[in-house]
Nanobody, 124 residues
């Protein structure tokens, strides 16, 4: 089981930026996929992006591609979600998730471990 702790959420104005962090307790990252999801009030949890730890390959949802970037820092076993050009519709609780494997997947059930979530609010 992977333990995940998110941080970095907050209130930001439209057009602003935030960087979320996800600290992961994983012994080996050779076959780990880290994903970011979000859930707005009254909506289902949706895929934002994912990164394959071994080679840094990424995949993004169409709604965030070009604005959000996922990266990892091996030494700190931490994954980041850099969010730029934020819009009010990006407001949600953001979750970090992890799965063992090599495929970048986009579905909630495909991820076994989840963080507690961090609130991101985009408002003027």
């Amino acid at each position: 089981q992977v333990q995940l702790v998110e941080s970095g959420g907050g209130l930001v104005q439209p057009g602003g930026s935030l960087r979320l962090s996800c600290a992961a307790s994983v012994r080996t990252f050779s076959s780990v996929i880290m994903g970011w999801f979000r859930q707005a009030p009254g909506k289902e949890r949706e895929f934002v992006g994912a990164i394959r730890w071994s080679d840094g390959s990424t995949q993004y949802a169409d709604s965030v591609r070009g604005r959000f970037t996922i990266s990892r820092e091996n030494a700190k076993t931490t994954v980041f979600l850099q969010m730029n050009s934020l819009k009010p519709e990006d407001t949600a609780v953001y979750y970090c998730a992890a799965r063992l494997g090599t495929r970048l997947t986009v579905t909630v059930p495909s991820y076994a471990d989840w963080g507690q979530g961090t609130q991101v609010t985009v408002s003027s």
